[in-house]
C-alpha cells in the first residue's frame, strides 16, 4: 500500500518520498525485542511522517507554490549552493526582503522555519551522495558545509531515524 502511495498520482496530493520511506521502515522493522525505546523511535517516525503526509511537501519542487520573488530567489539560491555553510541570514540578503517578512513569509509558504528547510535539504542532499557516491561521510557532511561529522550525523539521524552509515548500509 505504502508502494502505492509513493507512485500515487502527485497532482491529486503530493507525497514526499521522506514520509512514505520512513512508514516503509517503520512497518518494515522486526518488532523483536522492542523495548520502550524501540517503542518510542517507531512511534517517533511514524508521528513524523504521518505529520509529513498530512502537510504535504515542505519543498517547492513538490508541489508548493512560491508567489514571492524574494523567496523564490532565496530558496534558488539555496538549492545553488547547498554544498556550503548556509545561514539564515543569507538567506535573508538574497531574498531582499526584511527579516521579519522574510521568516514570515516562509513560515506560512513552505510550513516550517527555514533552519529547517535547509537541514530538511541537506539530509535530502546527502541521502542521494550516500547512495550514489563513494565519499566517506566525513566527505559528505564537509561538502554539505556541516561544521563536524559528529553534527552531520545527529542531524541526519533526527531527520531520517538512523544513522548515515546505516542508511548507506541499507541501499
Known sequence: MLDELG???HDLWPVPPLSV???CRVLTSPAGGAGWLTAAWREAL???AVIDLIRG???PEAGVTVEHPGL???LRWLDDHLEEPVTVNRLVEVSGMSA???YETFTETLGTSPKDYVLRAK???AERMLTEGDDSVT???HRLGFSSSQYFASTFRRYQGLSPTQYRRGQ
Do not use: K
Open 57 to 59: 511537501s515542505s519543498g
Open 21 to 23: 520511506d520512513l512508514l
Open 7 to 9: 507512485r500515487a498520482e
Open 72 to 74: 523564490r530567489r532565496a
Open 139 to 141: 566527505e559528505v557532511a
Open 46 to 48: 511514524c508521528a513524523a
Open 100 to 102: 521579519f517578512r522574510f
Open 123 to 125: 539530509i535530502a542532499r
